[in-house]
């Protein structure tokens, strides 16, 4: 079975702060997929990133940085000099791959969330 | 822009009836849907996987029976509960699986969400 824990259930930091979500997971896939989505207020998710089990090179995008250690199941999140706009649900995921060459996945296991909230 | 829409986006019921909530893709066939749901303060959790033209799969504990699944298309799928009660009073996503145009892997797409309030 796929679990996948979110230590942190809320942050609270002051703006322009760095903050890193942990994420955390158990799988005996040997192929999947690994994600992280921000829920904001209005309840849409927000897709951020998807990462293969295969890959497991850190990822930078503008403020928002993954770090996947597949040693020790981890794939945290990492936001620099935070904005108040940051505020939001953070859900981290994980899928089995499928398909051919595993290169589709399918259901979704999601972590309980972490609730951060970035004050002025 | 949105690759899935979700419709209702909020609807309030009395007890006893039942609800319809569609999901659509918008732009590209999804062979493959998925139903969550969201209580309060909670994490989604998956409810049912629907394939088109087959039966649903539900998971362990969703009674197939008050929540029925309908895929009869590759971009509609449609979950009804039927004689809702408050404690089904949650948010409900769906996502739908596909390719997009020149997008070279499946990929699954989120829906806005739909707020069900059963009075």
């Known amino acids: 079975a796929q679990k996948v824990t979110q230590a942190q259930t809320e942050i609270s930091v002051v703006e322009k702060e760095d903050v890193t979500l942990d994420c955390v997971y158990e799988?005996?896939?040997?192929?999947?997929?690994l994600f992280w989505y921000k829920q904001p207020p209005s309840g849409e998710l927000v897709f951020l990133i998807r990462?293969?089990?295969?890959?497991?090179q850190n990822e930078i995008s503008g403020r928002y940085s993954w770090n996947f250690q597949k040693s020790t199941s981890s794939f945290n999140f990492t936001i620099t000099a935070s904005q108040v706009v940051d505020s939001a649900v953070y859900f981290c995921a994980l899928s089995e791959a499928s398909g051919a060459g595993g290169t589709s996945y399918g259901k979704l296991t999601f972590g309980q969330g972490t609730i951060l909230t970035v004050h002025p | 822009g949105a690759v899935v829409s979700q419709h209702p986006s909020r609807v309030i019921c009395k007890s006893g009836t039942s609800v319809k909530i569609e999901c659509r893709s918008l732009?590209?066939?999804?062979?493959?849907m998925f139903w969550y749901r969201q209580f309060p303060k909670q994490s989604l959790m998956l409810m049912a996987t629907?394939?088109?033209?087959?039966?649903?799969?539900?998971e362990q504990g969703v009674e197939k029976d008050k929540f029925l699944i309908n895929h009869a298309s590759l971009t509609l799928s449609t979950l009804t509960v039927t004689s809702a009660h408050p404690e089904d009073s949650s948010f409900y996503i769906c996502?739908?699986?596909?390719?997009?145009?020149?997008?070279?892997?499946?990929?699954?797409?989120f829906g806005p969400g739909t707020r069900l309030l059963v009075l």
């Open positions: 799988t005996r896939d040997t192929t999947y997929y």
């Open positions: 732009d590209f066939q999804a062979t493959t």
């Open positions: 629907s394939n088109e033209g087959s039966k649903a799969t539900y």
């Open positions: 996502s739908a699986s596909g390719v997009i145009a020149d997008s070279l892997q499946e990929t699954q797409y």
């Open positions: 990462r293969n089990s295969f890959d497991e």
